[in-house]
């Protein structure tokens, strides 16, 4: 069961779905002064590439975007 709801953590590196699909990654300046090993930041820009694709394939919990 998926249920109805969603949550989040506001945390470095954001990304943004608007009500058209528009895709926007916040705060990548914030990210960036981390002191994140390689394997980190890898592994954020992996997460992102993860949702963009859950987002275009429009599966759960963006099938209503």
Known sequence: DQGAEVRQTDLALDLWVGSDR???????????????????????????AELRDLVAAQVWPFECV
């Open 22 to 48: 528009r895709i926007q990654l916040l705060d990548e300046e914030e990210f960036a002064a981390l002191a994140l090993s390689e394997d980190e930041v890898a592994a954020a820009r992996a997460a992102v």
